[in-house]
């Protein structure tokens, strides 16, 4: 039977090239995000491999979210795979300069939105007991580095969950995992650094992961027998050993 995947965070980075791999191998597709005219490019794209239907919302909008899922057609409303992917990070400051309201933002994204996509579609899952729940976490969620503070909480925050999840979905036979990437070529930084001309320089020196390496992993981990669950995986480019290890020419 065909699955249906739900992807938020799917205009740009590992969203968007993993709803691209999903496509290539016939899985339908709810494609989330807060950029319209980019959902329509991509259903346009992906409609020529698979159904794709698109949603309009921010994952920080408790009510919008709810809203935005209840909205699905009769067609899309059975969900086999969810890839909670919105995240981002705002500023690299030390924990005294830092601003409340980046703060917030990444707490309300990277966690909070994870919950209320989560709670919104858990329970189609647990009724009919199967499912399977993919947290893009971050190698941020294993090991903390100088300033990395509230963004490194708030990934420390999604691996925790995704145990709590595993554990208590556990009697459902609802699989759950997470995927960490380490240092990721996508629009990542230049949101971090707010347009900082040294977001240009991220991944100068050394070849970084690209959104599509990622994807592919996803699709590894979703495709793999009914008996097997992929719980936990730090991904690193080659050029990287940990948060502070990076071999750059």
Not at 92 to 105: F, K, M, R, T, V
Not at 160 to 179: Q, S, Y
Request: aromatic residues 8%.
């Amino acid at each position: 039977m065909t699955k249906t995947a739900l992807i938020t965070g799917a205009t740009s980075g590992i969203g968007h090239a993993t709803a691209y791999e999903f496509a290539k191998h016939g899985i339908n597709l709810i494609l989330c995000g807060r950029r319209l005219e980019r959902l329509h490019t991509i259903q346009e794209a992906l409609s020529k491999l698979t159904n794709v239907h698109i949603l309009n919302f921010d994952v920080r909008d408790k009510a919008e979210t709810f809203k935005a899922i209840e909205s699905l057609p009769v067609n899309f409303k059975h969900i086999d795979i969810l890839i909670n992917n919105a995240g981002n990070a705002h500023g690299l400051d030390p924990i005294n300069e830092g601003s409340i309201d980046d703060w917030e933002a990444m707490i309300d994204i990277n966690v909070k939105g994870l919950l209320y996509v989560s709670k919104a579609i858990i329970p189609q899952m647990t009724e009919r007991q199967s499912g399977h729940i993919i947290n893009i976490g971050s190698s941020a969620g294993k090991q903390v580095y100088p300033k990395g503070n509230v963004y490194c909480g708030s990934k420390h925050a999604v691996l925790a969950i995704t145990e709590g999840m595993r554990i208590d979905l556990n009697p459902f036979g609802i699989k759950v995992g997470a995927i960490s990437p380490g240092l990721v070529e996508t629009e990542f930084s230049q949101v971090r650094f707010k347009g900082d001309k040294i977001a240009n320089t991220v991944y100068d020196g050394f070849k970084a992961l690209q959104a599509e390496d990622i994807a592919e992993i996803i699709y590894f981990v979703v495709s793999r027998p009914a008996h097997v669950n992929i719980a936990d995986m730090l991904i690193f480019p080659t050029a990287q050993a940990n948060a502070f290890t990076l071999n750059k020419q």
